[in-house]
């Protein structure tokens, strides 16, 4: 019983945590910021499972976070301010050669980082980039000014 | 017989920029998260600034101190427990607690339902249960004695422990167990 209620409320506090990291966890981590990821998840183990080392406790508890995951997955999809807020809103941080500076500021982008995207596409400098996006999964879409 | 495939007609839904670029950007939802994380990080500080200071236990101002009036017990305790984990409850006896070379204590049946007394230092010579909870009794060579209890919450809560020394005053010390 205990089990599954940690789950439930670490799950609930990892979402609101990872998300408020603002820099997006996915495309765009570090290597650091992968550990500080994992070192979260660790820490939210011990509570969750507590001194019950038992299969039982385990499985359940494996249960009880895959389900919490299906049942945000869905109200993600259901309710578009749901979706916003657990998986965030792309953004355009490049529009027509302009820096969108308030945006690049509070998501701690750096010009660096378009430009890492950029290149993967083949685009040499960054006054050939039309728009860049910042994208849910924290991948930056280039367009180029050809396109 | 092969199943019928669910189709439908894609329409142009995803919200453009400059009227060209399908994004689906939301810049109100994304002004207003902003805001919500700046009250979140402020109420995350807070939250630090308090566990430092001790307001959920093990720290500063968890710790507590309490004394009978007629000088037989000071306890020294944590306020503020936390579930499963271990602190040490120590009280002191005043010379008018002991007898014979003996200490008596007596403690209320909630400090061992809820507190988990896990060990207690050093062993008494004694512990009779009855009327409402376990009365200890200690071997005493030295002025003022002290006993250390071992404490694990068992489960979150308000707890009021009951100690007194057998025809003394008794003192009942409040508890809350942080989850």
Redesign the interface.
């Known amino acids: 019983m205990s089990t599954v209620i940690h789950a439930i409320i670490g799950y609930f506090f990892l979402l609101?945590a990872v998300r408020?990291l603002?820099r997006r966890p996915g495309a765009q981590m570090t290597p650091f910021e992968f550990v500080i990821i994992f070192l979260m998840g660790g820490v939210i183990i011990l509570t969750t499972v507590?001194?019950d080392r038992s299969e039982t406790n385990s499985i359940c508890a494996v249960i009880t976070v895959g389900l919490m995951h299906r049942l945000v997955s869905w109200l993600a999809v259901r309710f578009r301010?749901f979706g916003?807020?657990v998986e965030?809103?792309?953004?355009?941080v490049l529009?027509?050669g302009q820096w969108q500076k308030d945006?690049m500021r509070?998501m701690r982008l750096e010009d660096m980082d378009v430009m890492a995207a950029a290149r993967t596409t083949g685009v040499r400098t960054l006054d050939k980039i039309k728009?860049a996006?910042l994208e849910r999964n924290g991948a930056i879409s280039i367009?180029n000014t050809d396109k | 017989m092969a199943a019928t495939a669910q189709t439908e007609p894609v329409r142009d839904t995803v919200p453009k920029?400059?009227d060209e670029?399908a994004?689906?950007?939301?810049?109100e939802?994304?002004q207003r998260?902003?805001r919500f994380?700046r009250v979140?990080?402020m109420f995350f500080t807070a939250l630090i600034i308090a566990d430092l200071l001790g307001c959920f236990g093990r720290g500063w101002l968890a710790n507590a101190r309490i004394r009978t009036n007629d000088g037989t017990m000071d306890v020294q305790y944590e306020r503020i427990e936390r579930f499963?984990t271990a602190s040490i409850m120590r009280i002191e006896f005043g010379p008018s607690a002991i007898h014979d070379g003996k200490v008596q204590l007596w403690m209320g049946e909630s400090f061992l339902k809820s507190l988990g007394n896990q060990r207690v230092v050093p062993q008494p010579l004694l512990s009779v249960i009855g009327q409402g909870g376990i009365t200890y009794t200690f071997p005493v060579t030295t002025v003022p004695a002290a006993v250390e209890f071992g404490l694990e919450p068992l489960k979150p809560g308000l707890y009021e422990l009951n100690l007194r020394v057998p025809g003394a005053e008794q003192i009942n010390p409040k508890v809350f167990v942080m989850p």
Do not use: A
Request: aromatic share 20%; hydrophobic share 50%; glycine share 8%.
């Open positions: 609101v408020v603002s507590g001194d301010f916003n807020f965030g809103t792309p953004l355009v529009k027509d945006i509070r728009y996006i367009i | 920029v400059n670029l994004v689906g950007s939301d810049l939802f994304q998260w902003w994380t979140l990080w499963s």
